[in-house]
């Protein structure tokens, strides 16, 4: 099945220690998406691709970086994670333009020691 | 901020019962999208309703707009245990964005 693929479902990462995420797709969706999601909180998005253009939401810290090398996959790079990094990190896809569903994967779970 | 509000915050019926939750959201869209997400997991989306339309149907579900009040309700009929989950509002008002609301959290009791 056509999916949105994330690893790993749980990381843990020390304080000020680099860590990178992963997501896959199988859509062949031209934009993606990362979505940070603290605690009974609303997905915030980080920043999106849409195919190679990159797209940083005014209010991300500096800390987080992505990389886009192809179509199928996407990183979230955090240079320092800090203890308020800890939350879960959302990779969507969607086919582009507007009034496009997103399609989500399951999540990474990250905790920072 | 862009958020919108969603109400209730959270929401505790029995089974068989009906659910509402509503969202306000706060810039013109193009469309407004519902979705759930169960507890540690990805969002799934159940329904799109565009800025043209005033009421749609997917099987349990029942989503209306209002742009004029810029306001959107999401009814779940006959409420199954399965159905616990947060519902989320999403407005996409252009640039491939999505702007979500707080989310309800439905609690469905067997």
């Known amino acids: 099945d056509a999916m949105v693929i994330q690893n790993p479902r749980y990381q843990v990462t020390q304080f000020g220690k680099p860590v990178t995420l992963s997501c896959s797709q199988t859509l062949n969706h031209n934009v993606m998406y990362w979505y940070q999601q603290k605690s009974s909180q609303a997905p915030k998005l980080l920043f999106h691709?849409?195919?190679?253009?990159?797209?940083n939401e005014a209010d991300t810290p500096d800390n987080f970086q992505s990389r886009r090398p192809n179509t199928s996959f996407c990183f979230l790079d955090i240079r320092s994670p800090g203890l308020g990094d800890a939350a879960m990190y959302l990779c969507a896809t969607s086919i582009g333009g507007n009034q496009e569903t997103q399609y989500f994967g399951p999540g990474t779970r990250l905790l920072v020691l | 901020s862009q958020q919108g509000e969603e109400d209730p915050q959270a929401l505790s019926i029995q089974e068989g019962e009906n659910a509402t939750m509503n969202c306000s959201y706060k810039?013109?869209?193009?469309?407004l999208q519902w979705y759930r997400q169960n507890s540690g997991r990805g969002l799934v989306h159940l329904i799109l309703i565009r800025s043209n339309e005033r009421e749609k149907h997917s099987g349990r579900l029942r989503v209306t707009l209002d742009t004029s009040k810029k306001s959107s309700s999401l009814l779940i009929t006959a409420s199954r245990a399965a159905d616990t989950a947060s519902y989320f509002c999403?407005?996409?008002?252009?640039?491939?964005?999505?702007?979500f609301g707080k989310g309800t959290k439905l609690t469905v009791n067997p």
């Open positions: 999403a407005s996409e008002g252009g640039s491939e964005k999505l702007v």
């Open positions: 691709y849409y195919d190679k253009d990159f797209n």
């Open positions: 810039t013109s869209i193009n469309n």
